[in-house]
């Protein structure tokens, strides 16, 4: 690509500028289990969750603009609106997982919301909640309370910023709802155009970007199965990897049952063959 410049990387993810106001982000078919980037790709993977994103930028257009420009014919490349990022992380948790788990056990709230007593971890909460973080640059993103997002990005900015959240949230979970997928939790990016209008930008309800959960095997009590990695994080606790770098190389079969995951969640959100979408990444668009 002689005509991108490189300005950033991901875990499994490539940003690459095109001109002053256009964007490439290339989806590898890297996974990271406990946030280490394994030696094994998955196939296809990047692909997936290129047609998931864009999936959900069509449908969620009514809610809120996004960035998404066009899909490459290679179906693992977006081009997008270049924006300026908010300094934060938006997170909807719908159900109780997860740092939400974990601040709810300590401190009976997560992120300023008081949550009432004797939940259980995995409990579908009576309302979603909003729960910013900020983006750290190494490690893990940290939960904020409505006050030091207030700070970051102004407390009228965080108003808006919250009611299209929820109102993104509620929108994907329905969708997914109605195909047995519980979206437990998700996160993402929003930016400001030129116009200083908010808009959706990165990936959208992906499950790198979010908790699915097969509805079929919701049981509140514990920590859920997860849709796409359970395979690999079982493999790779079976071998009593440390979960430090380097991960374990995965054996073919692993390698295949998390491909065909991958494939499922794409299927059964999108409802179309994911051979159609290798075919024509745009069908995902319409
Ligand atoms: C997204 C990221 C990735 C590394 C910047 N439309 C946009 N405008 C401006 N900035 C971004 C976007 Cl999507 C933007 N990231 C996250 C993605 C690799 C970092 F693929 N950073």
Redesign the pocket.
Known sequence: MPEAVHV???KV???YALDEER?L??ASDRISVFDVVLPTEIPDKGRVLTGLSGYWFSRTEAVCPN?LIGIRDDGRSTE??????LPIECVVRGYLSGSGWKDYRETGEVCGHRLPEGLSESDKLDAPIFTPATKAQTGHDQNITREQAAELIGADRLDAVESISLELYATAAGYAAERGIIIADTKF?L?LDDDGQLVL??EAFTPDSSRFWPAAEYEPGGPQPSFDKQFVRDYAESLGWDKTDPGPELPDDVVAGTRVRYLEAFEQINGIPFAEYAAEPGTVLR
């Open positions: 950033g990387s991901g993810r490539e940003l964007l982000l290339v960035h997008c609106r270049r924006l300026t990022m990016e930016g930008a990165d």
